[in-house]
């Protein structure tokens, strides 16, 4: 595989992983929660008991959406100690996810820099920080999924494991982009490492400096 080849695979991985984790961050489908079959729907109808919810709101039924409680807002001081650490989370995620966007954006930069300067050391640079950023977004993501469970948790002791029996809960697509976003991250940050690799074989001056 050429030099050229393999930079342009990377550039392309790379912006398949930004639009990935951009329509994630925008979307609602990150956590549903299904009572279609639910006993105690008390015959209203199902979708309008249905949920979705994404890192910023949550939707009810089939318009209502409502905003996550501000974690850094004035609102996060009422919030009962038992539950603070669903807030600490939530403060987590809602900061490394985006700030993952914003790498990535940077990320890009120094990809099209490298590739076009077929710099060694830019090269290795720029995988390294795809490496880093992909090991940032899956945090995000795993900060968000023990979030959801410990959410799901405090529920079921509120109002009772039976409410729950015939409710089902997962992740969507939502968050199925996120982690095509991460795998596409690791992808971009390992092909400029290989890229990296070819420019020492074809300038072994290069690599002497190092």
Not at 84 to 101: C, E, G, N, Y
């Amino acid at each position: 595989m050429s030099l050229g080849t393999v930079c342009v695979t990377a550039g392309l991985t790379g912006l398949f992983s930004f639009v990935f984790l951009a329509v994630a961050i925008g979307t609602d489908y990150w956590y549903i929660i299904d009572v279609s079959d639910s006993r105690y729907n008390h015959g209203e109808d199902s979708e309008d008991l249905n949920s979705h919810s994404g890192l910023w709101r949550i939707c009810e039924g089939k318009n209502a959406c409502i905003a996550l409680i501000d974690p850094f807002g004035e609102e996060s001081q009422n919030v009962p100690e038992s539950q603070r650490h669903l807030l600490f989370m939530q403060k987590v995620f809602v900061i490394l996810l985006p700030l993952s966007l914003v790498l990535l954006v940077f990320g890009g930069i120094c990809g099209l820099v490298s590739s076009l300067a077929n710099g060694l050391h830019m090269l290795l640079f720029t995988g390294s920080y795809f490496l880093v950023g992909g090991a940032l977004t899956l945090t995000g993501i795993a900060v968000y999924i023990a979030y959801s469970k410990a959410a799901f948790a405090i529920a079921m002791h509120l109002y009772g494991h039976k409410l729950f029996d015939n409710v089902h809960i997962g992740f969507s697509w939502s968050m199925g982009l996120a982690c095509l976003s991460c795998v596409s991250e690791v992808i971009s940050g390992a092909l400029f490492l290989l890229a990296a690799k070819l420019v020492a074989v074809q300038h072994p001056e290069q690599s002497a400096v190092i």
